[in-house]
Each structure stands twice: as C-alpha cells, then as structure tokens.
C-alpha cells in the first residue's frame, strides 16, 4: 500500500506546491500592482520551487499519491495565495461615493485625513455628488465607514488601481 517514504514525499509535494501556488497567486497580484522587482524575485522562487515539486512526481510515477499530493497542495496553495493576498492589502483603490449629500460627506472625509475631489452628476432622481477618495487597500474600509456614517443611504463602489510614473510610455 503506501510506505512512510511515500507518504513522507506525498508530504514533501504538497508543502512545495503549497508555497509555490501560494507564490504565484501573490505574483499576479503584484503583475497588475506594477511592482516589476517584486515580481520578479517572487517569480524566481515559485519556479524553484515547482521545479523541485515536479522532478519529485516525476522520479516515481508507479506512486499515484504523489499525484494526489502535487494536485490537492495547487489546490491549496490557490486558497492560501488568495487568503494571504486579502490580507496583505497591498496596493492602492478609488472609493467611489454617490451621494445626494455629498458635500457632507466630503467634509467628514476630509476630516478624517482622506483627500476627496467632488462631481456634481445628475442621477435618476436628482443630484447627485460623486466623491473620489484614493487610498491604500487597507484604509478603503475607513472610507466606506465615515461615508456612511453621514450619509447611510449612499452607493459605494471601490476599485483596485495601478498607479505608475510611466503609464503612458
């Protein structure tokens, strides 16, 4: 059946494909964040790594757990990848507030430290202010929070952004 060092190599695949996958999901996060240097030493030890996974399955293709392992430790690492990449909040987002009382809710966002630059829009039933507040991933819940603390009826939208010096070359 399975020996201590099948099961002990099935344990080895699944921790590299854990961190590998976990690393490539980060990567692609980083892709569409810009930060090129980042990505590039994440993507140096994701490859390393998967390379050292796939000449472990590879050595002895007769043991179908360590197929098992290589495919449930990617399935895995893609749950840890996303899990960290949420929490890691890295990169910066648009909080878009619409607002009939906007002009409140810019004052309470100001105040709140956040930089706010109001549109006057015409929306179904009215008037409508259209706040733009840019901040870090980890403070758009702040946003989301005072603007509603004004104004509980307002629509919220938040994007993730990519800021770079050179967007246009």
């Known amino acids: 059946m399975f020996t201590a060092e099948s099961l002990s ?3 080895i695949i699944f921790v590299a494909r854990v961190f590998d996958v976990s ?3 980060l990567r ?3 892709i569409i964040r810009g930060k090129r240097l980042l990505t590039f030493w994440i993507a140096f030890f994701e490859m390393l790594i998967w390379v050292f996974a796939v000449s472990k399955v590879l050595s002895d293709l007769s043991a179908p757990i360590t197929a098992f392992a290589f ?3 990617f399935a895995t690492g893609t749950f840890v990848g996303i899990t960290l990449e949420s929490k890691l909040k890295i990169g910066d987002q648009v909080v878009k507030v619409f607002s009939s009382i906007g002009v409140d809710v810019a004052k309470q966002l100001r105040s709140g430290g956040f930089r706010v630059t109001e549109f006057t829009g015409k929306g179904r039933d009215g008037e409508v202010i259209l706040l ?3 901040v870090r991933r980890r403070d758009a819940q702040k946003v989301l929070k005072l603007a509603r603390t004004v104004d509980p ?3 919220l939208v938040v994007e993730d ?3 770079r010096e ?3 070359m």
Do not use: D
């Open 9 to 11: 190599l099935a344990a």
């Open 23 to 25: 690393l490539a999901t």
């Open 28 to 30: 692609h996060a980083m």
């Open 71 to 73: 495919a449930l430790g």
């Open 132 to 134: 733009f507040v840019q």
């Open 153 to 155: 009826n307002c629509y």
């Open 161 to 163: 952004i990519r800021w």
């Open 166 to 168: 050179n967007a246009l």
